[in-house]
């Protein structure tokens, strides 16, 4: 099974700052990984898919990049509405994997 | 409109079942992968179970565990059968749209809103 690990697992910051959150596959995903954003009491929303293309509606400042088992999610310039929990997912195969969170507070 | 509305959760003894039901709406059901995902209290996310468009089930590793899903066309609905709930298994339970693939599936790009499972005597 494909084992996911982000990093950090909390990350402070402050308005403006440029952020960067990375998540390592235990093997190879091509580039099929997918990061989700979640606020507390809701269910998580798809920000980026195959790695660096971004869901209808999600703003620019937020992108993705990376391959095989190396991924970075960056935002430009954190907004007070950022700050949330973001998770990374594995669907290269099954069965599928998230990686344990990274919550970005201030 | 794509909704998915998660039901069926509640308190239930150690030792206990459930059934989850994830009705959906707004969109071909029969061709997209429907997911289960859960989350316990301040706890990341855990997939725990996907279903094709043609009922092909699929679980974490090579043990199915508690959990039996299956699907229903007709109805636009899937289900999530849970035997021999433990207090681990208290957690949100989410259902969620994928896309299907010929080798997976793709990202979850619509999600319920969830429904919580409680396992206390």
């Known amino acids: 099974d494909i084992q996911m690990t982000q990093s950090p697992s909390t990350l402070s910051a402050s308005v403006g700052d440029r952020v960067t959150i990375t998540c390592r596959a235990s093997q190879s995903i091509s580039s099929w990984l997918a990061w989700y954003q979640q606020k507390p009491g809701k269910a998580p929303q798809l920000l980026i898919y195959k790695t660096s293309n971004l869901e209808s509606g999600v703003p620019s400042r937020f992108s993705g990049s990376g391959s095989g088992t190396e991924f970075t999610l960056t935002i430009s310039s954190l907004q007070p509405d950022d700050f949330a929990t973001y998770y990374c997912?594995?669907?290269?195969?099954?069965?599928?994997?998230f990686g344990q969170g990274t919550k970005v507070e201030i | 409109e794509v909704q998915l509305v998660e039901s069926g959760g509640g308190l239930v003894q150690p030792g206990g079942s459930l059934r989850l039901s994830c009705a959906a709406s707004g969109f071909t059901f029969r061709s997209y992968d429907i997911q289960w995902v859960r989350q316990a209290a301040g706890k990341g996310l855990e997939w725990v179970s996907g279903i094709g468009p043609s009922g092909d089930p699929y679980y974490p590793g090579s043990v199915r565990g508690p959990f039996t899903i299956s699907r229903d066309n007709a109805k636009n609905s899937v289900y999530l059968q849970i035997n021999t709930l433990r207090a681990g298994d208290t957690a949100i339970y989410y259902c969620a749209r994928s896309m299907s693939s010929a080798s997976g599936t793709y990202q979850f790009d619509y999600w319920g809103q969830g429904t919580l499972v409680t396992v206390s005597s």
């Open positions: 997912q594995q669907y290269s195969t099954y069965p599928l994997a």
